[in-house]
Structures are given as structure tokens and as C-alpha cells.
């Protein structure tokens, strides 16, 4: 069995609960990885972005609480 049919046999239900149940167990910590990303990349850019980085962090963190249906980090 080569490696694209092992892919294929991959049910896409199972790998949506398994990403769910890591956000639910450590949805804070990503949160604060986004944050701690988001402002790392907004000291190198001079804060000439930073609009679209709050913008990309809200929308990430959108994302992680529709996975796991709570509120992970505050949208700011």
C-alpha cells in the first residue's frame, strides 16, 4: 500500500475530531503562541502592519473557537 491510498483511507471526520480535541486541551496555549507570534511580527515590522496582524490573529482565533465551540484567548 503505497502512501497516497494510506491518504486515502484517511476518514477527514476523524481528523477534524482530533484537531478538535487539541484545541479543547490547548486551545489557551495557542492562543498566547498567536499573540506572542503577532507581536513579535509587528516589532520587526516597525508596526507598519499592524493593523492586518490584529486582523489575521482575530480571524486565527475565530477559527480555534469554532473548533472547539468555546472562547480560547480574548479577540482583540
Not at 9 to 29: P, T
Not at 46 to 56: A, L, W
Amino acid at each position: 500500500m503505497g502512501l497516497l491510498d494510506r491518504f486515502k483511507k484517511i476518514d477527514a471526520d476523524s481528523i477534524k475530531d482530533k484537531v478538535s480535541d487539541a484545541v479543547d486541551k490547548h486551545g489557551d496555549k495557542v492562543s498566547d503562541g498567536l499573540d506572542k507570534a503577532a507581536d513579535k511580527i509587528d516589532q520587526v515590522t516597525h508596526g507598519k502592519y499592524t493593523d492586518k496582524i490584529e486582523s489575521g490573529v482575530e480571524k486565527a482565533k475565530e477559527g480555534l473557537d469554532k473548533l472547539d465551540g468555546k472562547k480560547d484567548g480574548d479577540v482583540s
